[in-house]
């Protein structure tokens, strides 16, 4: 961004006003206003650019820099003679000509600086009119303003958002007072991570929570952190500056979580803009990261357990990869040829429910990602075997929590000659106690087992006048069919 020329008008004031304020055979030096050598008594100020950009100074109180303010005792002090002064008290001076042009700016070029002399004078306010004070040997503060960007037209502009620093000096012993801005202007970082499947076969990601993907984490240091806000954070922290606004909490009716397919050939991806939701205390606020080294783990698999309302990726394959916020735009991992698609030697089995009667029946779902119709029997016991949001924390940490955005219980219609399944491959989630004496699941591979496996099913459906938007089996019945996990590959009840 650059600015024009000021306006023919805005030229003619400047020249005006620089007449006023050096006659009645003032000197520049007197009037507090120098652009020559400087005198023993005088204090240059100056503002470097030393970064890659150009940066931008108000200029709008001539012949008093808009860049610079000067403070003693911490109260502001009035330098420079311009139009923001009163009439003098001595009337042998002039009162300030107040034909001042229109606020604009002054762009300085990277490498450049503006400078300006003083002389120590201060003109002092009192009773409505002005007097002229030498200052010597001060303890004074000099604050320097500036910006990257500017807003306004060409006959108005000011800094936008701009950016002031103090520097602290002696006024009468130092001699130079220079600020040098070092560092550029901050940029907000955006980054793409996308997830390229190229094989031959689709392959599955995690779809949900809402409101950003299950596929992918940003690591620190090896643990993940909050990078859009979603249900599993706290309330917003209290704005301190507005401590009696409400603050913002997530409605938590969230999509459960669901697998995905990602075809051959095709890709994925999610744009994240720098901001890390940070809980602290309890509550979260927005940290807009700049500049840092971090990793991002992105999981795909070729099976699936639930279904298309609920469920997850079954054996996900992750690939972590470091990059640089604020340096890299895009991180791209491909799921590559030579990733062998898993065949699982451990045993599977299909349970089917199959409806052979002239009417039509109704099964459970929506309370977790294994089917509500569905009770696996060990010993006479039922596991869990499925991971869904009735199971603890795994005792295994490099696992995460199951993520509780469960839908509501609803119901599913099979047809006569229609019938529902589910592939379980022998694994159970076993909740065991943990060192700290609280619980947690592990997984355990059964191998070969005799087993039961009771399949539920309904004639009707109903609702409950306490929870009018869940809906559940009415009518209900059972059948239990015993298997061997292992050399059976199918359990099948059949409803006549």
């Known amino acids: 961004m650059r600015t024009g020329p000021l306006p023919f008008i805005a030229i003619l004031l400047i020249l005006v006003s620089f007449t006023f304020a050096c006659s009645d055979e003032v000197s520049p030096n007197e009037n507090g206003f120098n652009i020559g050598e400087p005198t023993e008594t005088d204090v240059i100020f100056g503002l470097e650019n030393a970064t890659d950009h150009t940066l931008y100074v108000a200029q709008y109180t001539l012949p008093a820099p808009g860049w610079l303010s000067l403070f003693l005792d911490g109260d502001q002090i009035h330098p420079f003679h311009d139009c923001g002064l009163p009439c003098p008290c001595d009337e042998s001076e002039m009162c300030a000509v107040c034909g001042m042009p229109a606020p604009s700016v002054q762009a300085i070029e990277p490498g450049d600086d503006v400078r300006r002399i003083w002389n120590g004078v201060h003109f002092q306010t009192t009773d409505g009119c002005y007097e002229r004070v030498q200052l010597s040997d001060e303890a004074m503060t000099a604050e320097f303003c500036w910006s990257f960007e500017y807003e306004g037209d060409e006959y108005y502009k000011s800094l936008k958002d701009p950016t002031c620093e103090t520097v602290s000096f002696q006024q009468g ?3 130079e007072v220079v600020l040098t801005v070092e560092e550029g202007p901050e940029i907000v970082p955006e980054i793409d991570f996308v997830l390229h499947n190229q094989l031959d076969e689709p392959v599955y990601i995690q779809a949900a929570v809402e409101p950003g993907p299950g596929w992918m984490n940003v690591l620190r240091d090896g643990e993940p952190i909050y990078t859009r806000w979603d249900c599993m954070l706290p309330c917003e922290c209290p704005d301190p500056n507005n401590p009696d606004e409400p603050v913002a909490c997530m409605d938590c009716g969230m999509m459960p979580p669901f697998p995905q397919e990602l075809p051959a050939g095709e890709k994925t991806s999610y744009s994240w803009d720098g901001v890390e939701f940070e809980v602290t205390d309890g509550c979260f606020q927005r940290v807009q990261l700049t500049r840092e080294v971090l990793e991002v783990e992105m999981c795909w698999g070729f099976e699936t357990t639930g279904d298309e309302h609920y469920g997850y990726v079954d054996d996900p394959t992750c690939e972590t990869v470091e990059f640089e916020l604020g340096v890299d735009d895009e991180v791209v991992v491909a799921i590559e040829s030579d990733i062998v698609p898993p065949h ?8 089917v429910l199959e409806n052979a ?5 109704y ?3 929506g309370t977790g990602s294994a ?9 006479g016991n039922s596991i869990a075997v499925q991971w869904d949001c009735g199971l603890p924390c795994p005792c295994d940490d490099t696992e995460p929590c199951a993520v509780c955005g469960m839908p509501l219980p609803w119901t599913e219609a099979v047809d006569p000659g229609e019938e529902t399944s589910f592939l379980w491959y022998g694994v159970q989630f076993a909740i065991v106690e943990d060192s700290a004496g609280g619980v947690c699941y592990e997984e355990r591979l059964l191998g070969q087992k005799s087993m039961t496996a009771e399949f539920c099913y309904g004639l009707d459906t109903m609702t409950a006048d306490y929870d009018p938007n869940s809906e559940y089996v009415d ?8 298997f061997e996990l292992g050399p059976d590959d199918e359990a099948r009840a059949v409803v006549n």
Request: proline share 11%.
């Open 173 to 175: 012993v130092d001699k």
């Open 344 to 351: 699982p030697e451990e045993p599977s089995i299909n349970f």
């Open 357 to 361: 009667s002239p009417d039509t029946i």
């Open 363 to 365: 099964v459970q779902h």
């Open 371 to 379: 089917p509500s119709w569905l009770n696996v029997l060990l010993d």
């Open 475 to 482: 009518d209900r019945h059972c059948q239990e069919v015993d």
